[in-house]
Each structure stands twice: as structure tokens, then as C-alpha cells.
């Protein structure tokens, strides 16, 4: 069965910072792997997904991450943050199949201090 | 670009009556959608996968007597919660594949239930 793990439950940086966000999976094959973030009482925006090539994928908002296959991870990065940024950030993995069902991690809440 | 809503955005109900949810993917159609239902500060949890023309198929644990799913059309999937209780209360939000644009999945806004 798929999984998905997000270490960190909560996290603080200063406008400005950079920012990276763990994500960990467990699949048996080539996972599809997404990023979205949710502001509170909103629906989920994505922001970038990975399902093969460059493994170094761009998204929106100015939003990056890697697919490290040998650490299963998917790591989600920003140079620089912005206070707008402050959201839930959610890590899904989507089976290779055709219903594209996804598992969610618990999620990492970003506070942006300016 | 690809837009997935849902209404309403807020219900409430009394314990012991049913609600309607609906989906809707507005500009493509959309032959697999998406139940989830995500309680305050949690994650996302799948309950049931809509398929149209077809039975949904629902996940381990939820009830689809309880949670009745209808994929009537390529555009529109329902999620009828009955005989709700408090502690059907919650976000539910649905999603949908967008086949022509390489199986991405767009999320709807959300509806939030709560049971008196």
C-alpha cells in the first residue's frame, strides 16, 4: 500500500527565508507525486506534481521539488518566502493506475513571520 | 484554467435528515472523481472513488449506505450524506481527473457539514 510521510506537523520562517518542506513515500513502483497547499476552509490548489522525467519539477508561486528516488523523498522548496505563503501543505502519492487515487500526508502547517 | 466546484460551500442540517453534495468539473468532463472528507487540522481521507455510469467503489471503513454517491453525468458527481449525526460534520471535498491534461487532478472548494 501506498504512503506518504510529512515529518514536520508545523513550521515557522521569516519572510524572506528559504523554505523546504520533507515529504517521504513508500510505493512499489514509480509513484506520481504531487504538492498542494490549502489556505484554511479552502480546497486544495496544486501546485506541482511529478510523474517521470527531470526529476526536478517547477510549480507555481515560485514553488520547486526533487524526486530523490534512493531516499524516497519529495521535497518540497522556495529561495525565498513570502508571507502570502502561510498555508497547509499537503504531500500526496497518486497510483500509476488509471483511477489516480491519491493518499495524503498528515500535512505541515507553514508560519510565515515577517 | 481546470475548475473543480462544489456546492454549497456551508450547510447544516439536523441530526437525522439527509444532504446533498454537489461536484463539478466546469470546463472538462470527468469520467473518475473523488470523495474526501478531512476533519479540522487532519489530513485528507479518501472515502469513496465515483466512477460515471457506474457504482462508486467505495474504501475501507465508510459506510455506502450511509454516503450515497451518484456520477449521473461526465460533469457532475453527488455525495448524499443520510441520516447524518455530529459526527458526520466535516470538510468534504471532491476531485476530479482531468484526462486531457495528463491525469491531473483538480480539487473542488470544499463543503463544510455540520450536524445539529
Known amino acids: 500500500a501506498q504512503s506518504v510521510t510529512q515529518p514536520d506537523i508545523h513550521i515557522t520562517v521569516s519572510e524572506g527565508a528559504s523554505l523546504e518542506l520533507r515529504c517521504n513515500y513508500s510505493?512499489?513502483?514509480?509513484?506520481?507525486l504531487f504538492w498542494y497547499v490549502q489556505s484554511p476552509g479552502q480546497g486544495l490548489q496544486l501546485l506541482l506534481k511529478?510523474?517521470?522525467?527531470?526529476?526536478l519539477v517547477q510549480g507555481i508561486k515560485g514553488f520547486e521539488a526533487e524526486f530523490k528516488r534512493s531516499q524516497s523523498s519529495f521535497n518540497l522548496r522556495k529561495p525565498s518566502v513570502h508571507w502570502s505563503d502561510a498555508a497547509e501543505y499537503f504531500c500526496?502519492?497518486?497510483?500509476?493506475?488509471?483511477?489516480?487515487?491519491?493518499?495524503f500526508g498528515t500535512g505541515t502547517r507553514l508560519q510565515v513571520t515577517l | 484554467g481546470a475548475v473543480v466546484s462544489q456546492h454549497p460551500s456551508w450547510v447544516i442540517c439536523k441530526s437525522g435528515t439527509s444532504v446533498k453534495i454537489e461536484c463539478r468539473s466546469l470546463?472538462?468532463?470527468?469520467?473518475?472523481m473523488f470523495w474526501y472528507r478531512q476533519f479540522p487540522k487532519q489530513s485528507l481521507m479518501l472515502m469513496a472513488t465515483?466512477?460515471?455510469?457506474?457504482?462508486?467503489?467505495?474504501e475501507q471503513g465508510v459506510e455506502k449506505d450511509k454516503f450515497l454517491i451518484n456520477h449521473a453525468s461526465l460533469t457532475l458527481s453527488t455525495l448524499t450524506v443520510t441520516s447524518a449525526h455530529p459526527e458526520d460534520s466535516s470538510f468534504y471535498i471532491c476531485?476530479?481527473?482531468?484526462?486531457?491534461?495528463?491525469?491531473?487532478?483538480?480539487f473542488g472548494e470544499g463543503s463544510w457539514l455540520t450536524v445539529v
Open positions: 500526496a502519492v497518486g497510483s500509476t493506475g488509471t483511477a489516480s487515487k491519491l493518499t
Open positions: 476531485s476530479a481527473r482531468a484526462t486531457w491534461r495528463g491525469n491531473t487532478i483538480y
Open positions: 470546463d472538462f468532463q470527468a469520467t473518475t
Open positions: 511529478y510523474f517521470s522525467g527531470d526529476t
Open positions: 465515483s466512477n460515471e455510469g457506474s457504482k462508486a467503489t467505495y
Open positions: 510505493y512499489g513502483a514509480t509513484p506520481y
